[in-house]
């Protein structure tokens, strides 16, 4: 049994790999197809160059057979006109190889164009579910890394792959026209190199794949470890994120060595072939230049492309690692392009005539973000527009899955779930972005001045009412202070504004957008009291006239709430206005007590 199950995992390993490089290949001809013009012009410049190339070492037998002895005795003519030849040839070869250079890096920066924001919108493009697992650093690999790798193959590694294939080819067909017998021996030498090339296409290619993931996980560490370096720092953990990365960068040099160890094996077996070959030529031809049936020209033109074959192969293998590792990067980025979002757009959206109210209906609704493991049980929940609903519950309980539904984050596991009688599911991104703004703990303030990021959500809107957004939420009087009013430039995560600030400046966002349902997932749990007390009346402000769920621990933001929900494992077990929930003495009542009994102390 166990056999049988190896057996299976071994051709289901094989029958992946097939499918991911056929994503990959289908991804590079669809890049490569709109850019058909670039790329039929760089294979003619490389045909061409290589073809003239090609032909120099027969130009130089051609010139000592039958122009030294013209010269010698007195006729020039013959010599010149090979020169002449020679020369021209020689800048030709010269001016195609130019000419390639351009056209590849043309076809190559627009396919990357291309292909980096295709990327970018698709990564937009993806739930929220699989940002959440899908560290950011190895969305950074792929959008950077990965796209530098193709870049330099793109760049350089294609073309000097083609022209050392070429190369070898016309250096082939030129042995064989001017001595049959060192073609057949080249033959025989090629049957060592192919197998000693397939082991080493084989073992690379699995060591470069190490490698790319190796380095994916590194990116990653690295962007893990700053982008939480005040955590890193108040815990005084920077010795033990030292370690972390060190251990990460060590995995990747071991792999790096993995692949420079097979290379440093085939490389030299490589130039011993190529060595053999050239002495097997100078011997039989050497031979029959002494017999006087090949002439001394003809012998060297037969070295120098026996050196041209294997000199290809050389360059071809040096360039293996460029491609494989360009190979790699194609999978993964074909691998993430092929990543399918978890909440599509909906093939017919429906449209409204008139702006939603903001009456919220679950009906049967339930919830897993695993298969198996509910995150929601079954429930029904009716939330008339314009009211004020709190979810209350321990960490984990599932007040923010509830919301991330309304938000649309993630879709309905079971049931359905309508805004004004129409499914969430039903509507465009755009149009449910307008009527559901979701405020969360962290109010993130993107490089930029105040006005800029109070525009997030209505890019369009005027000054004026910027600032009538700014005030109805009591951010005008700390906007109004700074250096430049509105234009002040905000540093990285709003740096320059306090906490509280912050915050408003958040609020005067979602009331600019002015949606019909808000949601405000632990926006004030990062305050302090008085901070928190700061932005009460924007809160209030924000949350008037509008149908709201508002996630929080302190009960001070909730007890002016119209309705209160109490969540526990994934079940509403609770229902009704502070006052109701107080007086019944259940769980509501219990954590009120313990709250003002923390506030007496």
């Known amino acids: 049994m166990s056999q049988q199950l190896a057996e299976d995992k071994i051709e289901l390993d094989a029958s992946e790999k097939k499918f991911t490089r056929q994503r990959s290949m289908a991804l590079l001809v669809r890049v490569l197809k709109p850019l058909r013009k670039e790329l039929m012009l760089s294979i003619i410049y490389v045909v061409a160059a290589m ?13 000592l057979n039958n122009a030294l002895n ?12 090979s020169l002449a030849v020679f020369g021209a040839a020689a800048i030709l070869a010269g001016v195609f190889v130019y000419l390639n250079i351009v056209v590849t890096t043309r076809l190559s920066q627009k396919a990357l164009y291309a292909l980096r924001l295709e990327m970018f919108d698709h990564a937009q493009k993806l739930s ?20 530098e790798t193709l870049k330099a193959f793109l760049d350089s590694g294609l073309s000097q792959l083609a022209a050392a294939a070429l190369s070898m080819v016309f250096s082939v067909i030129a042995l064989f026209v001017m001595e049959w017998r060192a073609g057949v021996g080249l033959l025989v030498m090629m049957v060592p190199v192919a197998l000693l090339t397939v082991w080493f296409q084989r073992r690379s290619s699995v060591a470069f794949r190490a490698q790319r993931v190796e380095s994916a996980q590194l990116i990653g560490r690295f962007t893990e470890t700053f982008g939480s370096i005040r955590a890193i720092k108040a815990f005084n953990n920077e010795a ?12 990747y040099r071991l792999r790096v060595m993995d692949s420079v160890k097979i290379f440093g094996l085939y490389l030299p077996s490589l130039l011993g072939a190529g060595t053999v070959f050239v002495a097997v030529v100078l011997v039989v031809g050497g031979h029959s230049v002494l017999e006087g049936a090949m002439q001394v020209g003809t012998l060297l033109a037969l070295v120098i492309y026996a050196n041209r074959i294997f000199e290809p192969v050389f360059q071809m293998s040096q360039f293996y690692n460029q491609l494989q590792s360009a190979v790699s990067a194609l999978e993964k980025v074909s691998g993430f392009l092929a990543e399918v979002p978890q909440v599509a757009e909906p093939a017919r959206p429906v449209q409204r005539t008139q702006p939603a109210a903001g009456h919220l209906e679950f009906r049967d609704t339930s919830f897993e973000y695993l298969p198996g493991r509910p995150a929601l049980h079954p429930f029904n929940l009716d939330i008339p527009a ?6 209350v519950g321990k960490t984990g309980a599932g007040k923010s899955t509830l919301a991330k539904l309304v938000a649309r984050f993630y879709d309905l596991t079971e049931g359905s779930l309508t805004l004004d009688g129409v499914a969430v599911s039903d509507l465009a991104d755009e149009q449910l972005r307008r009527e559901v703004v979701m405020v969360t703990q962290e109010a993130f303030l993107f490089t930029g001045t105040i006005s800029e990021n109070i525009r997030l959500g209505r890019p369009e809107a005027t000054d004026q009412e910027v600032e009538d957004a700014a005030r109805a939420v009591g951010a005008h009087g700390f906007i109004s202070v700074m250096p430049e009013g509105y234009n002040t430039d905000l540093s990285k995560r709003g740096g320059s504004v306090s906490a509280g600030q912050r915050q408003l400046i958040s609020f005067a966002r979602a009331f600019l957008v002015d949606p019909a349902v808000l949601i405000l997932d632990e926006a004030t749990a990062s305050l302090d009291i008085p901070s928190e007390r700061l932005v009460q009346a924007g809160l209030e402000k924000l949350l008037a006239g509008r149908t709201s769920l508002v996630i929080a621990h302190r009960l001070s933001t909730v007890l002016t709430s119209d309705r209160i929900l109490v969540i526990d494992d994934g079940t509403i077990v609770e229902d009704g206005s502070p006052t109701q929930l107080i007086e019944s003495g259940g769980r509501f009542a219990q954590l009120h007590t313990s709250w003002e009994e923390s506030m007496a102390i």
């Open 51 to 63: 073809g003239l190339n090609t032909l120099a070492p027969w130009l130089i037998a051609y010139t």
């Open 70 to 81: 013209p010269l010698r005795e007195g006729n020039s003519q013959p010599m010149l006109v």
């Open 128 to 147: 929220v579910g699989f940002h959440e697992k899908y560290t950011a650093g190895r969305v950074i690999s792929r959008l950077t890394s990965d796209l």
């Open 240 to 251: 033990r994120a030292r370690s972390v990365y060190g251990e990460k960068a060590e995995d």
């Open 386 to 391: 314009g009211q004020q609903v709190a979810l």
